[in-house]
Structure formats: structure tokens, C-alpha cells
T-cell receptor, first 113, second 110 residues
Framework: NAGVMQNPRHLVRRRGQEARLRCSPM?????VYWYRQLPEEGLKFMVY????????ESGMPKERFSAEFPKEGPSILRIQQVVRGDSAAYFC???????????FGQGTRLTVV | RKEVEQDPGPFNVPEGATVAFNCTYS??????FFWYRQDCRKEPKLLMS???SGNEDGRFTAQLNRASQYISLLIRDSKLSDSATYLC???????????FGKGTRLSVIA
């Protein structure tokens, strides 16, 4: 049973470009969470999705950031017109339901130059 | 949003020591609790799940105090490899996400 898969592991973008981060949850998991982590800081919740639905996006910036979890395929976190402050590690986690253990992917490290 | 509070540390302990961390939570309806471990520049990994009063796995013991609304993690006979940040997670009810504490940093020193 493959774990949570995130890709790419490392992503470099120039200011103004778009970044697309992908997350394939564990088999049988329909709940996906995205977190952002800056160096030496804690995990900051961004968005919580179930298949085809955004349940809670209260942690996501109102502009430039969007997320989806389509019926088929991975969850996508999209950052448009990236700025240097978007540089961070972005972790995805998945769970079977909202009260069970979540398992994390290895993260995508985004660097904006 | 319901909050989870942890002592950030750092806790610097010698090898072989026993160390305990607490995590307080505000949602009295929470039924399950998790401890994760995160190494530098790595993803968090599930360490222990707590569904009732507590759980024990080798040198690690997690205990739940519902009356005071905190969970604790006890590490006995600390090893150098235990050095990491320990994150407490309290799933909220309803349509809210997993809430992470900011973590407690542990350094085990030779």
C-alpha cells in the first residue's frame, strides 16, 4: 500500500510564474489536508478537501492560491504569480476520515527566485 | 478555531533520561489524539494514537487526562535518535481539519 505521494519533491519557480503541487493520497483515503511550513516554524494549515469538495480553506490566502481534489487524479495546490514569500515546504496529508490518523507525504520544497 | 497548545521547549536531556511533554486542547468533545514526530526538513510521522485513556509502545507512553484536557507523551531511556520535534494533533469534530500544536523540540545529548 503506497503512502502519500507528493510531486515534485523540489520545485524552483521565478517570481510571477505558477507553481502546481500534486498530492496522491493513500489508497482508500478520501480526506486531504495541505500544510505550509517555513524553516524553524510549525505546520500551518492551509486547506482541507474531500473528493470534489473544499471543506475548509480558512488557512489559504485569498489571492493567488487555490486547491482542488477532483474525482479522478491527485489533489492539486496551485499558486499563481509566485512571490519570494511563497518559498516554503508544502506538505500534504491524507486520512480515511476526519477523526483518524493522517499520513504525510514527503513534501514539496518550493523555492521562488 | 479550536486551539492546541504545546510547550515549545527546547528540552535538552542527557541520554537515558526520562522526559515528558504536555499538550493542552480546548475542544472537550475530541475523541482521538495523536502524537507525531518530525525530524528536521522531513515530513511528520505518526508516533502514537490515543483513543481512550492512554497508549504504550516500548519506551513511549501517551496518556490522556480528559478532566484537565491535556495529553502527555512520556519517553523513557532517551536515545540520541529521539531528538526531533514532537507534534500533538487533536482532530476536531465536524468539518474542521486536523489541528497541530507548534511542537516541542527535544534534544537528547550524549
Amino acid at each position: 500500500n503506497a503512502g502519500v505521494m507528493q510531486n515534485p519533491r523540489h520545485l524552483v519557480r521565478r517570481r510571477g510564474q505558477e507553481a502546481r503541487l500534486r498530492c496522491s493520497p493513500m489508497k482508500g483515503h478520501s480526506h486531504v489536508y495541505w500544510y505550509r511550513q517555513l524553516p524553524e516554524e510549525g505546520l500551518k494549515f492551509m486547506v482541507y478537501l474531500q473528493k470534489e469538495n473544499i471543506i475548509d480553506e480558512s488557512g489559504m490566502p485569498k489571492e493567488r492560491f487555490s486547491a482542488e481534489f477532483p474525482k479522478e487524479g491527485p489533489s492539486i495546490l496551485r499558486i499563481q504569480q509566485v512571490v519570494r514569500g511563497d518559498s516554503a515546504a508544502y506538505f500534504c496529508a491524507s486520512s480515511q476520515d476526519s477523526n483518524t490518523e493522517a499520513f504525510f507525504g514527503q513534501g514539496t520544497r518550493l523555492t521562488v527566485v | 478555531r479550536k486551539e492546541v497548545e504545546q510547550d515549545p521547549g527546547p528540552f535538552n536531556v542527557p541520554e537515558g533520561a526520562t522526559v515528558a511533554f504536555n499538550c493542552t486542547y480546548s475542544n472537550s468533545a475530541s475523541q482521538s489524539f495523536f502524537w507525531y514526530r518530525q525530524d528536521c526538513r522531513k515530513e511528520p510521522k505518526l508516533l502514537m494514537s490515543v483513543y481512550s485513556s492512554g497508549n504504550e509502545d516500548g519506551r513511549f507512553t501517551a496518556q490522556l487526562n480528559r478532566a484537565s484536557q491535556y495529553i502527555s507523551l512520556l519517553i523513557r531511556d532517551s536515545k540520541l535518535s529521539d531528538s526531533a520535534t514532537y507534534l500533538c494533533v487533536v482532530p476536531d469534530s465536524g468539518n474542521t481539519p486536523l489541528v497541530f500544536g507548534k511542537g516541542t523540540r527535544l534534544s537528547v545529548i550524549a
